[in-house]
T-cell receptor, first 113, second 114 residues
Framework: DTGVSQDPRHKITKRGQNVTFRCDPI?????LYWYRQTLGQGPEFLTY????????KSRLLSDRFSAERPKGSFSTLEIQRTEQGDSAMYLCASSLQGEPEAFFGQGTRLTVV | GNSVTQMEGPVTLSEEAFLTINCTYT??????LFWYVQYPGEGLQLLLK?????DKGSNKGFEATYRKETTSFHLEKGSVQVSDSAVYFC?????????????FGTGTRLKVLA
């Protein structure tokens, strides 16, 4: 198992464009999380999936953000009409149901110019 | 709500010095506690964990003990190396909401000088 994989590692986009990130969790993990980390801060929870069901969304997840996990395996996070304030590292994590320990990917660093 | 407070950095130490990074938490129920490490441009790597009171997590010479009476989970290492230079995050995970989502502290940057 290669761990949690995120793609791309880096993304530079112009303000107003849409971007999509992908996360491939550890294969047997049914829980998947997205977090956002801004410079000098700890990661903040965005949303959580159990299998294909999105069970919790943070108030940080504005209407411009949407996340999916269509078959309970990989997940995508889309940001529409990006703003400069969206610049951050987006981290994906996965875990087994009932286990508190989560494993993180390397993250996607988004820069909006 | 749940929260984690950790000491502000940066912490600058000489090689072989003793390290303590303080972490306290506020949580309902019985959270699990973690320390993660982040190297520049990288994601988070689990350093150690403790899932119940009085548990001691340890890894690579780092230790932390889950103290329920003081709601603390301080990170310690007896002799730091230059390669330990990184940002350290204290975090908790609670099952009360059913999600086990993490609440992180703001991170403490450690710089070890040769």
């Amino acid at each position: 198992d290669t761990g949690v994989s995120q793609d791309p590692r880096h993304k530079i986009t112009k303000r107003g464009q849409n971007v999509t990130f992908r996360c491939d969790p550890i294969s047997e993990h049914n829980r998947l999380y997205w977090y956002r980390q801004t410079l000098g801060q700890g990661p903040e929870f965005l949303t959580y999936f159990q299998n294909e069901a999105q069970l919790e969304k943070s108030r940080l997840l504005s209407d411009r953000f949407s996340a999916e996990r269509p078959k309970g395996s990989f997940s995508t996070l889309e940001i529409q009409r990006t703003e400069q304030g969206d610049s951050a590292m987006y981290l994906c994590a996965s875990s087994l149901q009932g286990e508190p320990e989560a494993f993180f990917g390397q993250g996607t660093r988004l820069t909006v110019v | 709500g749940n929260s984690v407070t950790q000491m502000e950095g940066p912490v600058t130490l000489s090689e072989e010095a003793f390290l303590t990074i303080n972490c306290t938490y506020t949580a309902t129920g019985y959270p699990s506690l973690f320390w993660y490490v982040q190297y520049p441009g990288e994601g988070l790597q689990l350093l150690l964990k403790a899932t119940k009171a009085d548990d001691k997590g340890s890894n690579k010479g780092f230790e932390a003990t889950y103290r329920k009476e003081t709601t603390s989970f301080h990170l310690e290492k007896g002799s730091v190396q230059v390669s330990d230079s990184a940002v350290y995050f204290c975090a908790l995970s609670s099952s009360t909401s059913g999600t086990y989502k993490y609440i992180f502290g703001t991170g403490t940057r450690l710089k070890v000088l040769a």
